[in-house]
């Protein structure tokens, strides 16, 4: 079943990511992707992901297609012009890529390549009104293509965003733009996210919702104070802390696993978004836990 | 106005090195305003200058240095020391510089300063860049703010994800644009239009450089 499939059964779906490395050896890479591809529905390959240069997206897609396994190519928008965005993406569908997920991308001061120019031609709305159109057989300047595109596309969006109502906006025009599913920032306040996926809900697409697995309070409290749109509740940390160094992963492990069966038993969402950052192996081990395994 | 930033003054000598005599180019507009090109600023340079024992034949503050024929009339008084200089050292912004190099076919032409930005200015000698001069207007779209400037990635629809409490995650500093944009027209009553519209991409094509325009008429004969 692809990942549209999937989505569309009514299944709860998974998806995890990998990380393209920063250098030519893929064998960790082919490792994690054995890991989890009988276990997700799909796998996020993110592109150059913290602005950090690393093999580019596509390449790790048709890898994970050589796996058997069904990718979502990661595509910013920081590194190519509308040209270089729309050739890649003619490139992605012959090599067999299906799901295509529209990002800005990270500002260049984030990564370590802090001279570059950036380029953001286009940004996230604009690039999924390219796939639109690519899709339907035109380019971005109206020209009939030899063959369209056959994406399934899909943006992101932050549920905990400050202020929210700009977000949602933004959403709504991702939608109008095509966006056919959404995959969020991590979130860990499920009742909050109940009233984002409230007003989600009232819009034709599926949502899945994001969860960076927690490791320690330390790491909860990071987060907190380093990336935009992801608020770790106090009562999450202190669940982390009172686990106690040895356990602290363990108890990060059963909090995912918890949020996870809540997401699905009370049909919050359509499905999780795992992004494991380094513990892959975990991925199964917590879907286990949450009896999706 | 063009904001500018002073050279490193060892860079500045160490390119001027081989010259002996100097004459040291002002301006009265922008590059005063930044306290790069106006009469201290020439004063101190030819303090410095002398200091290094070169000499400086003459200095003067243009009235618009970016505008040729003018500075060209004004010039003419300084027939003599300009014979004597065989550097000219240009004090306001790239511009001046090259209507100096256009004036001054066969004579070495130095900038003292760095070209910035298009820049407003908030309070004495601060400066915020507000437009960049896209060569395409689309502050009637957005509340009169300019995302394509004041965000760093020149979004068009919205904030991305990297808006922390309403501000930018290239820098806390900045205060997001999208942000800005959507209270802007949500207290001037356009809310409906900011979630209805989305910009296409912008065409590039309208500052494609170097761009030129003539303005004036020109007389029928």
Redesign the interface.
């Known amino acids: 079943m692809s990942f549209q499939e999937a989505l569309n059964s009514g299944k709860f779906v998974v998806t995890a990511e990998v990380g393209p490395p920063k250098g030519t050896d893929i064998a960790a890479l082919h490792h994690d992707i054995d890991i989890l591809k009988d276990k997700v529905d799909a796998l996020n390959v993110t592109d150059n992901q913290s602005a950090v240069m690393r093999i580019c997206s596509l390449a790790i897609c048709r890898i994970v297609l050589e796996h058997n396994a069904e990718p979502i190519l990661q595509m910013t928008?920081?590194d190519r012009n509308?040209i270089g965005l729309q050739s890649d993406l003619l490139g992605a569908d012959v090599l067999g890529i299906r799901n295509v997920l529209c990002m800005?991308?990270?500002?260049v001061?984030?990564g370590d390549h802090k001279g570059a120019k950036?380029v953001?031609?286009?940004?996230?709305?604009?690039l999924l009104?390219?796939v639109d159109s690519l899709n339907n057989g035109r380019d971005?300047a109206g020209n009939g293509l030899k063959g369209g595109t056959h994406f399934f596309q899909g943006g992101?969006?932050?549920p905990e965003?400050?202020?929210l109502?700009?977000?949602l906006?933004?959403f709504?025009?991702k939608i109008?733009?095509g966006a056919k599913f959404f995959q969020t920032?991590a979130i860990y306040d499920i009742d909050k996210f109940k009233e984002f996926m409230t007003f989600a809900r009232r819009f034709p697409v599926k949502v899945l919702a994001g969860f960076v697995i927690l490791k320690s309070a330390g790491m909860a409290n990071f987060l907190n104070k380093n990336v935009?749109?992801i608020r770790v509740p106090e009562d999450l940390i202190n669940e982390l802390k009172a686990a106690g160094k040895e356990k602290a992963l363990e108890t990060g492990m059963d909090i995912a696993a918890r949020h996870i069966r809540r997401l699905r038993d009370e049909n919050i969402c359509d499905g999780i978004h795992i992004m494991a950052i380094g513990m892959e192996d975990k991925v199964p081990v917590i879907m286990r836990k949450a009896g999706l395994l | 106005m063009i904001i500018t930033q002073k050279k490193d003054r060892k860079e500045l000598l160490e390119n001027v090195k081989g010259y002996r005599s100097f004459f040291l180019l002002g301006c009265s507009e922008c590059a005063t305003l930044c306290g790069t090109g106006g009469q201290e600023q020439l004063d101190e340079l030819k303090g410095l200058l002398e200091g290094e024992g070169r000499a400086v034949a003459g200095a003067f503050v243009a009235k618009t240095g970016c505008q040729v024929l003018g500075t060209k009339v004004e010039l003419k008084k300084f027939k003599e020391e300009l014979g004597k200089a065989d550097c000219i050292i240009v004090m306001s912004c790239g511009a001046g510089t090259q209507s100096a190099v256009e004036m001054f076919e066969d004579k070495a032409v130095y900038p003292a300063n760095d070209s910035m930005f298009l820049g407003n200015m908030t309070r004495l000698q601060m400066f915020d860049e507000r437009c960049s001069l896209c060569g395409e207007c689309i502050l009637d779209k957005t509340g009169g703010i300019c995302p394509v400037t004041t965000c760093?990635?020149?979004?068009?629809?919205?904030?991305?994800?990297?808006?922390?409490?309403?501000h930018c995650?290239?820098s806390a500093e900045i205060p997001c644009a999208?942000?800005r944009?959507?209270e802007r027209m949500e207290k001037t009553g356009r809310l409906e239009e900011?979630?209805a519209g989305?910009?296409?991409?912008?065409d590039?094509s309208a500052s494609v450089k170097p761009r030129k325009l003539t303005a004036r008429e020109e007389k029928k004969k």
């Open positions: 928008c920081r509308r800005t991308g990270d500002h001061l984030a950036p953001y031609d286009l940004e996230s709305v604009q009104t390219a971005m992101v969006v932050t965003a400050n202020p109502a700009p977000q906006a933004k709504e025009k109008r733009a920032q935009p749109g | 760093p990635k020149g979004i068009l629809n919205g904030p991305c994800g990297g808006t922390k409490d309403g995650e290239v999208w942000v944009i959507y900011f979630k989305t910009l296409a991409a912008k590039w």
